[in-house]
């Protein structure tokens, strides 16, 4: 398959296109990783590296997107990407990667023997078959003595579709833009080919059982899996809390699956794949050190909360977003609980999108373990500073609660029909850069 397709399929830039499917708005950042997430579906495989690579190594991730293992930062190693997109690229690198760059996959730009780790998620059945043997010699080749390479692989059941060069303009149209597939194969041709580089394979099918809320939806809808209508249906009117909740339970079950070690069936949908010339250690949890996740002391002395990993933010927020900067949106009401001494002053920035702001600006309300310390009303869009000085009066013991009230909310996007599932969030501000002064 070559890049004819793509110009079959009407698509001519691979770059921008990569760009608009792979340049996430959540938040990749390992300072923004809360612990809890690694029982999330949508952390699965990039958990399963974490608990593969030994801390202090050197990574290189192959079709890096916006940099999703930047938690592998966590584990004071090195991790470089390379993608097609120069917007992914500098993502990455916004996103903590040591380094990233613009590249083909086929002429990686280091030197030989440069990595110990070399990595990808959900990026081989986006090369060509003919590249495919190229770009597996590139892996081999910046890989050092005993290094071992890693990936995640969406496979295909050629028996349940049609071949590319069988399918209708408009049908291949559909196919390579729903994820920009134009290389899936079975899971033993994967094996088979790794077996020509590597001296040792391993691979094992996942999600036979174990999707997220959204992704069993969209295999339903643009794949065609046969999922119960009634149970697609129930997941499609899953509030945003409801659907976070089913995706930590399905990720929970999946990190069990291979903490007892249980082999699923062949799922005809996806792989997990190691390879090595060394002999291989265990397929799962070969560096398994957790203790990475969770706040050190080196992580509480920043004077911004936002990085701080012994600052509990609590259910009154929604998970961190791209607004840009990064920031996270408000309920009617948030908490953040936080540690300090001597607290002069807090600063944040905030902003709103709500429709009506001239007609009816939004009350806020600043208070500091129970007492109100500032209130302003919002009368635009946009980023404001804003400060507000802690009264000596205030008891604290060190421990502080800052709390954020407003006077009103709205659901965004709960409607909107370009959603694959419903977004019923009732949102006011989102919030950045909490900075405490003393």
């Not at 990808?120 to 290094?147: C, Q």
């Not at 303009?169 to 899971?187: A, C, M, T």
């Not at 499609?236 to 976070?244: I, V, W």
Request: aromatic share 10%.
């Amino acid at each position: 398959m070559s890049d004819n397709l793509y110009r079959r399929a009407g698509i001519n830039d691979l770059g921008e296109f990569y760009r608009t499917k792979f340049v996430s708005d959540e938040i990749l950042d390992e300072r923004y990783f809360n612990p809890i997430d690694r029982f999330d579906m949508r952390f699965a495989r990039t958990m399963w590296v974490f608990d593969n690579v030994r801390p202090g190594s050197t990574v290189l991730d192959l079709g890096c997107g916006a940099g999703m293992l930047a938690l592998l930062k966590r584990k004071k190693l090195t991790i470089v990407g390379v993608d097609l997109s120069t917007e992914c690229a500098i993502a990455a690198k916004r996103n903590g990667y040591d380094d990233a760059f613009t590249s083909t996959l086929t002429q990686l730009p280091f030197p030989d023997q440069s990595f110990d780790y070399v990595v990808s998620l959900d990026v081989l059945g986006h090369v060509p078959f003919e590249e495919k043997d190229t770009v597996l010699a590139e892996i081999r080749r910046v890989l050092r003595p005993g290094g071992v390479t890693m990936h995640g692989i969406e496979c295909t059941d050629k028996s349940g579709r049609p071949s590319y060069d069988e399918m209708s303009p408009e049908d291949l149209k559909q196919f390579v833009e729903i994820d920009g597939h134009v290389g899936l194969e079975e899971e033993q041709e994967h094996a088979a080919r790794f077996q020509r580089f590597f001296k040792n394979v391993a691979i094992e099918p996942r999600y036979a059982l174990c999707l997220s809320s959204e992704e069993f939806i969209k295999q339903a809808d643009k794949y065609g899996l046969p999922f119960e209508d009634d149970f697609v249906d129930y997941l499609r009117g899953l509030s945003f809390k409801e659907r976070r909740a089913f995706d930590l339970a399905m990720g929970y079950v999946f990190n069990k699956i291979s903490d007892l070690h249980v082999k699923l069936p062949k799922a005809g949908l996806y792989v997990l794949l190691k390879a090595s010339d060394a002999e291989l250690g265990p397929f799962y949890n070969e560096h398994r050190e957790r203790q990475y996740l969770f706040a050190t002391p080196t992580d509480t002395v920043s004077n911004c909360l936002d990085r701080r990993h012994d600052v509990n933010f609590d259910e009154g927020w929604f998970e961190p977003e791209m607004v840009p900067p990064i920031a996270r949106w408000m309920s009617e009401r948030g908490g953040v609980s936080f540690r300090a001494t001597n607290l002069s002053s807090i600063t944040f920035d905030l902003t709103s999108h709500l429709h009506d702001l001239k007609q009816k600006p939004l009350g806020l309300e600043v208070y500091l373990n129970g007492e109100k310390i500032t209130a302003c009303s919002i009368l635009r869009p946009g980023w404001l500073a804003i400060q507000a000085n802690v009264p000596a009066s205030i008891a604290h013991d060190g421990q502080y609660q800052l709390e954020l009230r407003v006077d009103r909310t709205w659901q965004p996007r709960i409607n909107d029909p370009n959603r694959e599932t419903r977004d019923d969030r009732e949102i006011s501000i989102a919030v950045c850069n909490i900075q405490v002064w003393e």
